[in-house]
Structures are given as structure tokens and as C-alpha cells.
């Protein structure tokens, strides 16, 4: 695969919809609106939270030091559509009211997160009550030919039971085609959690992708006529899949993946894309947290070869 290669011939649908939404994403996906507040507020909550020490202050007061803990796999603040930020034990999640489906699922992937004892056999998939209704159930999946496919995988979670039961809540899961479930986006997951063991930890986003006319991701802030739902709920059914994945350890690197939403056998190099790519393609900020010239290099190229 050339150095630097993001989509090849079998994804050529991809660049299409690539290079139409490069300059309706341009001036928008950054920063989130033209009111968007400047470059220094990139650094907003989404990209850090204060969480109190483990060890007590040696302070007169005996209470606990506050430390910031930066959440680099979190992605910047979106504006152009419906957002509930969900935090849970393993991963969080940017939920989508409109399309019954998140907008994109973070989380760090550490090598101790890759082993457990926690099966996925002992778990079934539910509502989120956490969200309002109408909200998708396990009812909607019925007879709709989908699979209830994870964003956060369940094989991310076996460290934690808490962490496992999360990972079936539906506002983790999306409409996904069986053979892609079953061989492509299980590929890629197993080879993150090769990649968390080789670099000590990964930063991970991934989530849906959606057509409109002239092949065109559009983000979900709008139902055209034509858009496939399945169930009551009318839960939206993805074109396509995006994951980034960041490593920070030495040199930092990144690199994307776009799969098409369907059964057809699709290879990994072709699904390779650069951040920059990705984020053109979903209207997202990924990895703000990083300082400016690390964003830039690492975000512009993705080649497997480095990895």
C-alpha cells in the first residue's frame, strides 16, 4: 500500500462522497458553527474532566487534590446536530435523538482492558432508559435482516461486568449488515486490541455514516423522505462505518477506516483513510485535545505500514 494512501479503487464511492463534502464540511465540521467559540476553546469539557486523586492531600484540610485527566479520544463539541453525551464505564457516547443511533462511541483502549474473565454470552442487548422515547428497542431489530452491531465492542469490555452490560445498551449499537459484522468490523476490532497490547493503549472513535442523494455523507440533523429505518422506532440504518484510532505512545500516529455497510467482501488497505478524511466525511473534530501541529501531521496521511 503507497505511503500515505487513504481510499483506493474499491472505495471509489467513498472519494466521491469524499470530494462532495470537503467544502460543505470545511467551514463547519472544525469548530462546530461560525459561532463557535475560538481555537482556545477547543480544549472545552469534552476534552477533559477533573476527577479527584486517588491519594489524599497532605494539606491541612485532608481533602482531596483535583487533577485534570485529558480525554484525547473524545471529540470536539458538535453543533450541527442532536447530542447527549452518555458516559459510562467503558466507553462514552454522543447520542443522536433524530437517528435513534449515536453520532460517534469513545474510548481508551488499554492492554489491561483487552483480557477478562467478563463473556459476552451472559449479556443481552436493552433499552437505554437514560434516554427519552422514542428510542430503539431490541423489538426493532426483529425480522429487519440487520445485526445488532457494537460501536464499543463487547470483546473492549471484558475486564469489567458493569463495563460488558453497558457495552448492550442500544445507544451503543447500530444497524449493521451480518457479513460485515461478522468478518470485516470484527477484524478491525481484534486488530485494535492487537495494537493496545503492542503500544501499552489506543484512543478509539467510531460510528455511523449516512448517504443522501449524489452520494453525499450528510450528518444526521435532517430525515429526508428517502432515508432506510428499521422498526417502529425507525431507528436509522448507516451507509457506512467510520473508526479513527490515535496512539500516543513515542511518535504519535493515526489512522482511519470507512466500511461500506454491506455484505460484499471489502478489504482493510481499501477501507484505510487519513483523520482528515474522516472528518470531512462525518463533520466531527477528532483528537482536539492535541496540540496544534500534532493534530495537523497526524490527521493529514494514514498508511497500515506504520502501525
Request: net charge neutral.
Amino acid at each position: 500500500m503507497k505511503q500515505g494512501m487513504m481510499i483506493k479503487k474499491g472505495n471509489r464511492w467513498l472519494m466521491m462522497a469524499l470530494m462532495a463534502t470537503l467544502l460543505a464540511c470545511k467551514g463547519n465540521t472544525r469548530m462546530g458553527s461560525a459561532e463557535a467559540t475560538d481555537a482556545q476553546d477547543k480544549h472545552d469539557f469534552y476534552a477533559s474532566v477533573n476527577v479527584a486523586s486517588a491519594e489524599s492531600s497532605e494539606s491541612a484540610t485532608g481533602l482531596q487534590k483535583a487533577k485534570t485527566v485529558v480525554m484525547y479520544e473524545m471529540p470536539a463539541k458538535l453543533a450541527d446536530r442532536p447530542e447527549q453525551i452518555l458516559k459510562r464505564k467503558g466507553y462514552i457516547t454522543s447520542y443522536n435523538s433524530r437517528t435513534k443511533a449515536p453520532n460517534w462511541v469513545a474510548w481508551h483502549l488499554t492492554k489491561a482492558h483487552t483480557y477478562g474473565s467478563h463473556q459476552r454470552n451472559q449479556e443481552v442487548f436493552a433499552e437505554d432508559e437514560s434516554v427519552k422515547a422514542p428510542r430503539a428497542t431490541d423489538i426493532d431489530y426483529y425480522n429487519s435482516r440487520y445485526d445488532r452491531g457494537h460501536m464499543c465492542p463487547a470483546g473492549d469490555n471484558k475486564w469489567d461486568k458493569e463495563a460488558m452490560t453497558q457495552s448492550f445498551l442500544f445507544t451503543n449499537v447500530c444497524p449493521q449488515n451480518h457479513g460485515l459484522n461478522k468478518y470485516e468490523w470484527n477484524d478491525l476490532e481484534i486488530l485494535c486490541r492487537d495494537w493496545a497490547r503492542k503500544y501499552g493503549a489506543v484512543d478509539i472513535v467510531c460510528g455511523p455514516l449516512y448517504l443522501s442523494e449524489g452520494e453525499r455523507f450528510r450528518v444526521g440533523d435532517s430525515t429526508p423522505s428517502q432515508q432506510k429505518t428499521i422498526g417502529r422506532n425507525k431507528v436509522w440504518v448507516p451507509d457506512a462505518f467510520f473508526k479513527v484510532v490515535l496512539c500516543r505512545q513515542g511518535r504519535p500516529k493515526a489512522i482511519g477506516f470507512v466500511y461500506r455497510n454491506e455484505g460484499k467482501k471489502q478489504l482493510m488497505e481499501d477501507a484505510v483513510c487519513s483523520v482528515d478524511e474522516v472528518e470531512a466525511m462525518t463533520g466531527i473534530d477528532f483528537f482536539p485535545s492535541l496540540d496544534d501541529a500534532t493534530e495537523r501531521r497526524i490527521e493529514a496521511s494514514a498508511s497500515l505500514l506504520e502501525w
